[in-house]
């Protein structure tokens, strides 16, 4: 569960499904870095094969370094989910990515994404709780927009931290962050 001065750090960005959360969210984050605010976490972009969702693939957002996350296709030793199958080293990874990131005391924490997975207790998980008890002064989640009600009671998320990419703008996005920092770091 959140910690009661953790519930108004946390941003949900969400939006249509295949609608460029992913995107908003590599934009914000060189958006945020730019305004000197050190950032990290991980970004989880998608790949297609004849415009049908292929797979995913982990990205570390402070070094760029990239690791395969999930495939439509059956893969040996990795874990079926509906309907992809998982790289259990990703998550190993993922992991370890948070716990240098969280070493580094960033300002923003990104994790892409919260969905069925956490829900179920299972997927990130284990990371969200970390960062939960941390003091990191932000954090934003991609939740698909179906799932957003459940994540914000779930995680005792108010309505007012919800970022829809539709209605805006990433500037608008990157000062509000950015304000929220400043004030969590008082």
């Known amino acids: 569960m959140v910690l009661r001065n953790q519930q108004d750090s946390i941003y949900l960005v969400t ?10 969210l590599s934009q914000l984050s060189e958006l945020l870095k ?17 415009g049908k969702r292929a797979g995913f693939t982990l990205q570390n957002i402070k070094n760029g370094k990239q690791v395969a996350l999930a495939s439509a296709l059956e893969t040996p030793e990795w874990t079926p989910y509906k309907r992809f199958w998982f790289n259990p080293e990703a998550f190993t ?12 005391a960033p ?6 994404e919260v969905g069925p997975m956490e829900l179920e207790g299972s997927g990130w998980s284990d990371i969200l709780e970390t960062v939960e008890n941390s003091s990191v002064p932000v954090q934003i989640w991609n939740v698909r927009e179906k799932l957003i009600g459940e994540v914000m009671k779930r995680w005792g998320i108010p309505p007012a931290s919800v970022i829809r990419i539709e209605e805006m703008e990433l500037s608008q996005a990157a000062k509000q962050v950015s304000e929220t920092v400043k004030r969590n770091m008082k």
């Open 15 to 24: 939006g249509s499904v295949q609608g460029g959360k992913t995107t908003y």
């Open 93 to 104: 990874l993922g992991s370890e990515w948070m716990g240098e990131c969280l070493a580094q």
């Open 34 to 50: 730019k305004r000197g605010l050190k950032i990290c976490g991980f970004l989880c972009p998608g790949s297609f094969v004849a």
């Open 107 to 112: 300002d923003v924490v990104i994790i892409d």
